[in-house]
């Protein structure tokens, strides 16, 4: 599922019960404008960006750039501390990426900025609304 060009892990500790950080978690990726699909007890897959409106409109106008396709992997296992969460981010934009453009683009600098911006973002409202 994961995509293949730029990728981070994160890991972090939650004192609370898993069903009220698992609604945390959740409740938290859609107020970012993450999609949650298919979510799970223990794990969910939240997605953004369009891989449709990025090919539409480039990457250089506000429609495309805004829309960079990444994903997100959340899973909470028991811990000695209570909860671990594991985030893996990962692009959604293709094998073609890889493929088809030279190792050190703008649009790869772009694509990784991107996904460190918005998993970031979402990492540290995660870590400031748990124990």
Same mark, same amino acid.
């Given at each position: 599922m994961a995509g293949g060009y730029a990728t981070e892990h994160h890991e972090l500790d939650s004192g609370r %019960? %898993? @069903?009220?950080? /698992?609604?945390l978690i959740q409740n938290l990726a859609e107020e970012l404008g993450w999609r949650v699909k298919d %979510?799970? @007890?223990s794990?969910?897959? =939240? &997605?953004? /960006?369009?891989?449709? *409106?990025?090919?539409?409109? /480039? =990457?250089w106008l506000p429609g495309g750039r805004g829309n960079i396709a990444i994903g997100m992997t959340i899973t909470l296992e028991a811990n000695d501390n209570g909860q671990s969460i594991q985030i893996e981010a990962y692009d959604r934009l293709g094998w073609w990426?890889?493929?088809y453009l030279e190792p050190d683009t703008h649009f790869k600098r772009l694509?990784?900025?991107v996904l460190t911006e918005q998993v970031g *973002?979402?990492?540290r409202r995660l &870590? #400031? #609304?748990? %124990?």
């Open positions: %019960p %898993p @069903a009220e950080t /698992g609604r %979510p799970q @007890a794990s969910w897959v =939240a &997605e953004k /960006g369009s891989n449709l *409106r990025l090919r539409l409109f /480039g =990457a990426l890889d493929r694509v990784r900025h *973002r979402y990492v &870590e #400031e #609304e748990l %124990p």
